[in-house]
């Protein structure tokens, strides 16, 4: 499209006056979908100085089916995708079968006002060969137990308040220095989208629907 022509031609008129190789692509929400998709066409039609792909976007929901997510994990190494997940965001988790997640994924604590660090899910489902794991069980579900805290997470200002929040502590408490590994727990081995046997170790309490409103200054 003509959008998508104007947008190449940008990067690469950027890319010529800079030694960097690197792109780096945002987006909240269906602007989050719309950098995956932009990422696989850029991806699949190169750029002259070939530059590394970064996706780095927030509730981002599924965007293809399970062939999509195996081709853009698997087949397209310079394209690496990460998505941060606040709390129990309902979008992330959404459409249901058959779409898929792609990339990885960063899990902001269990609720917008959890104080844990972020952890890191390779490629979401993890790999029992890598000794990675995968969300947690229930992972897919939980939201819907508490919908108003699930919607109420997904407003692109709590993210903001999350990470300001967390980087007022120490810079630590951002950083993800490597995949969770595989535990000897069995669930680990299960997928996301299957029921947990004891439901009650993902019914934490959420934050309510109300967001306190941020001001947000761009320099």
């Known amino acids: 499209t003509q959008f998508y022509t104007v947008i190449r031609q940008v990067l690469q008129d950027s890319l010529n006056t800079t030694s960097r190789k690197s792109v ?11 950098s995956v998709l932009l990422g696989v066409a850029l991806a699949c039609d190169p750029l002259p100085t070939n530059p590394r792909l970064h996706l780095i976007n927030f509730g981002c929901p599924k965007v293809g089916n399970h062939a999509f997510h195996d081709t853009l994990n698997n087949q397209i190494p310079h ?35 959890s104080e844990e660090p972020p952890a890191a899910y390779y490629q979401h489902v993890g790999d029992s060969e890598l000794g990675y794991a995968g969300v ?12 108003p805290g699930a919607v109420g997470s997904h407003h692109l200002d709590k993210y903001i308040d999350h990470l300001i929040r967390q980087q007022g502590q120490t810079l630590e408490s951002l950083l993800v220095k490597e995949f969770t590994p595989l535990s000897s ?4 081995h299960k997928n996301d989208d299957m029921t947990d046997d004891d439901v009650d170790d993902f019914l934490w309490p959420d934050d309510d629907v109300i967001h306190p409103n941020i001001a947000v200054v761009e320099a």
């Open 24 to 34: 780096y692509l945002t987006g909240h929400s269906l602007g989050a979908a719309e």
């Open 185 to 188: 727990n069995s669930d680990d």
């Open 79 to 113: 394209l690496t995708i990460w998505r941060v997940v606040l709390g129990k965001d309902l979008v992330p988790r959404l459409p249901g079968y058959p779409f898929h997640h792609v990339g990885h994924t960063i899990q902001l604590g269990h609720n917008t006002t």
């Open 136 to 147: 947690p069980v229930g992972w897919s579900v939980v939201p819907y137990i508490w919908i």
